[in-house]
Nanobody, 118 residues
């Protein structure tokens, strides 16, 4: 079983910055992809960014050039640096990891609120 603990988030003004982190713990064999999703009120959960073990990244078009995802494989931690925040970035952000121990299983964090005021 893998547990994810998120930290960061909060309230920031338009144009500001926030950082999120998510640490995985428990019985870990191999973590494949790590990433972040977000869900705004009344909307579906959407991918924000993900990063592979080798460091390849993928971003939603809406955050390209503003958000940066990174990971520390030794610490089983993924980070999301969010700059130039906009009110439309307001959402609950969830981290996830794709874990392999004979089969791939996705684990999710509890979610952290990011609110961008105009």
């Amino acid at each position: 079983q893998v547990q994810l603990v998120e930290s960061g988030g909060g309230l920031v003004q338009t144009g500001g910055s926030l950082g999120l982190s998510c640490a995985a713990s428990g019985i870990i064999f191999r973590i494949d992809r790590m990433g972040w999703y977000r869900q705004a009120p009344g909307k579906q959960r959407e991918l924000v960014a993900h990063i592979t073990t080798g460091g390849r990244t993928n971003y939603a078009d809406s955050v390209k050039g503003r958000f940066t995802i990174s990971r520390d494989n030794a610490k089983n931690t993924v980070y999301l640096q969010m700059n130039s925040l906009k009110p439309e970035d307001t959402a609950v952000y969830y981290c996830y990891v794709r874990h392999y121990s004979g089969a791939y299983v996705d684990y999710w964090g509890q979610g952290t609120q990011v609110t961008v005021s105009s």
